[in-house]
């Protein structure tokens, strides 16, 4: 089975930054698109940001040119710098990640168990 762990979240003040990761373990041959994405109590789960295998990033539109998405995938971990952090990103992070198990497999769906960002003065 794999399994995605996130870490890096916390406490932070506006203007701020933190970097997020998440790792991914278990049986893994390779490793498709990542992204991360976020969820507020009472709404719905919105991308952040994603990068597919061969380096095309996507953003979220209120978080452009404040974060950035990145991997090393020789470690199987993706990050996510965030800057400038405002109140409003306040929210649970997941990371998610397209992962085939072997080389006859297609891609399946993970999804980490979420870390928290709060922004706060």
């Known amino acids: 089975q794999v399994q995605l762990v996130e870490s890096g979240g916390g406490l932070v003040q506006p203007g701020g930054s933190l970097r997020l990761s998440c790792g991914a373990s278990?049986?893994?041959?390779?490793?498709?698109?990542m992204g991360w994405y976020r969820q507020d109590p009472g709404k719905e789960r919105e991308l952040v940001a994603r990068?597919?295998?061969?380096?095309?990033?996507t953003y979220g539109d209120s978080v452009k040119g404040r974060f950035t998405i990145s991997s090393d995938n020789a470690k199987n971990t993706m990050y996510l710098q965030m800057n400038s952090l405002k109140p409003e990103d306040t929210a649970v992070y997941y990371c998610?990640?397209?992962?085939?198990?072997?080389?006859?497999?297609?891609?399946?769906?993970?999804w980490g168990k979420g870390t928290l960002v709060t922004v706060s003065s």
């Open positions: 998610n990640m397209w992962i085939r198990q072997s080389y006859t497999d297609n891609a399946r769906n993970f």
């Open positions: 278990g049986s893994i041959f390779s490793i498709n698109d």
């Open positions: 990068t597919t295998s061969g380096g095309r990033k």
